[in-house]
């Protein structure tokens, strides 16, 4: 069974920092991996979704990378804001469509102190 | 706007009770799904439905039911059987391969 882990499990960083969150998980057949962010009692955005043929996926501060063989992702936020303060959640999916849903991991949760 | 709408966002549950979490989209999506989170946890799939009709259990489904009678609505079920349902419930439709989440819905026992 499919298990994904996130370190840490918590980060506090002074706004302006560069910094990585990690995730692992112990299957390596995977479709594609997506990193979500969310906010205390809110539903979750994704922010990048890497396919598995893929090395990684920019979109503004954030870069993620992905090393199938190995089984793991890295986000990396750049120049932190205080905005940037959230929980951030990686997830694997086996099929195309997310047809069997995701699995998720626990989560790192990041304050970007002001 | 399009988006998922989950309604309520607090809701109580008395012993024995069975409760139903709302979960609307208006996407056009095929395919829609119930997680449940947990503090400090990760988000554990409950139910998913891929068409109109049809829909699988999950991973945790035991105690919950659900019922995909219209494309857009994609209700939960939290019965009496259900001995732990404290938890933030959330909702989610896909295209391709993108997930979208509804606000959530936080269950607590009275």
């Known amino acids: 069974k499919q298990e994904v882990t996130q370190i840490p499990a918590a980060l506090s960083v002074p706004e302006g920092e560069n910094l990585v969150l990690n995730c692992s998980f112990t299957d390596s057949a995977i479709y594609n991996l997506q990193w979500f962010r969310q906010d205390p009692g809110k539903g979750l955005t994704s922010l990048l979704l890497?396919?598995?043929?893929?090395r990684e996926q920019t979109s503004g501060r954030l870069n993620a990378s992905l090393d199938k063989s190995s089984g793991r992702s890295t986000l990396y936020i750049a120049a932190s804001q205080p905005g940037d303060s959230a929980t951030y959640l990686c997830?694997?999916?086996?099929?195309?469509?997310?047809?069997?849903?995701?699995?998720f991991g626990k989560g790192t949760h990041l304050i970007i102190q002001p | 706007d399009g988006g998922i709408t989950q309604s309520p966002k607090y809701l109580f549950r008395k012993e024995g009770q069975n409760v139903t979490l709302s979960c609307e989209q208006n996407l056009n999506h095929d395919a829609m799904y119930w997680y449940r989170q947990d503090p400090g946890q990760g988000l554990r799939l409950i139910y998913y439905s891929q068409i109109v009709n049809d829909f699988q259990k999950g991973d945790i489904a035991e105690g919950y039911s659900v019922s995909r009678e219209k494309k857009e609505s994609f209700p939960l079920t939290v019965t009496s059987a259900q001995k732990n349902p404290t938890a933030f419930y959330l909702c989610?439709?896909?295209?391709?391969?993108?997930?979208?989440f509804g606000s959530g819905t936080q269950l607590s026992v009275l």
């Open positions: 997830a694997v999916s086996h099929s195309g469509g997310g047809a069997d849903g995701l699995t």
């Open positions: 989610s439709s896909s295209s391709a391969e993108k997930l979208f």
């Open positions: 890497i396919q598995s043929s893929q």
